[in-house]
């Protein structure tokens, strides 16, 4: 069965203290694996999407990497509006979109 | 902002009732999924329609049911509603294009609609 977890839950952080979080997966047939940020009480928003294992995208303070089991959401010198949930998505050869739970980060001034 | 709008904003209903949940997509876009998200929870696959024909469906029953019309706009409807049915319904827009091998699909998330089951 697919299936996406990611991991730490929860990451708190100094302002400018740089950390990763983990996205593994299993999935038939990967189609793609997204990134997105949601702020409380809103839709998720795009970051990032990798096709390919080695595949890396970089926006302002933050980079994607993927392998053949995990990507990774590496955050440089974060700052407090970096706050928010980060979640990860696979879409499988059926067009299925698989979430995780999500990692809820607190970056600290 | 990614041009996708939900309605309503927040909705109350009572078990066994039916509702219908509104998306309006970004422009141009042929491409609409559904999902729903409770609380702490990731979104939840429902399912997804290109040009008007579903064409892709997570682990929800029948009585959640979709249409896409030709204007891109597109409705969600749950039938005799549940209490766990309770949470955050989101719409997502995309339009897949081919780089290549690769098909794109970037998906833009509407604000999505809260709906209590009482």
């Known amino acids: 069965e697919d299936q996406v977890t990611q991991s730490p839950e929860a990451l708190r952080l100094q302002e400018g203290e740089s950390s990763s979080l983990n996205c593994s997966y299993t999935?038939?047939?990967?189609?793609?694996l997204f990134w997105y940020r949601q702020d409380p009480g809103k839709g998720p928003e795009f970051l990032f999407t990798?096709?390919?294992a080695g595949e890396e995208k970089e926006k302002e303070r933050l980079k994607a990497t993927l392998t053949k089991k995990e990507s990774f959401l590496h955050i440089t010198a974060p700052k407090p509006e970096d706050s928010a949930t980060y979640l990860c998505?696979?879409?499988?050869?059926?067009?299925?979109?698989?979430f995780g739970t999500g990692t809820r980060l607190k970056v600290l001034a | 902002e990614t041009g996708v709008t939900q309605s309503p904003t927040h909705l109350i209903k009572t078990r066994g009732q039916q509702v219908t949940l509104r998306c309006s997509s970004q422009?141009?876009?042929?491409?609409v999924s559904w999902y729903q998200q409770a609380l702490g929870q990731g979104p939840q696959f429902i399912f997804q329609?290109?040009?008007?024909?579903?064409?892709g469906r997570g682990n929800f029953p029948p009585r959640f049911s979709g249409l896409q019309f030709p204007n891109y706009s597109s409705e969600l409807n749950v039938n005799a509603l549940e209490l766990d049915d309770s949470a955050l319904y989101l719409c997502?827009?995309?339009?897949?294009?081919?780089?290549?091998?690769?098909?794109?699909?970037?998906?833009?998330f509407g604000p999505g609609t809260r709906l209590l089951v009482l």
């Open positions: 998505a696979v879409q499988d050869g059926t067009y299925k979109y698989i």
């Open positions: 990798l096709y390919s």
């Open positions: 329609y290109y040009r008007e024909e579903e064409n």
């Open positions: 999935v038939s047939g990967l189609r793609g």
């Open positions: 422009s141009g876009h042929n491409t």
């Open positions: 997502a827009s995309s339009l897949p294009s081919a780089l290549g091998r690769v098909i794109e699909e970037t998906q833009y």
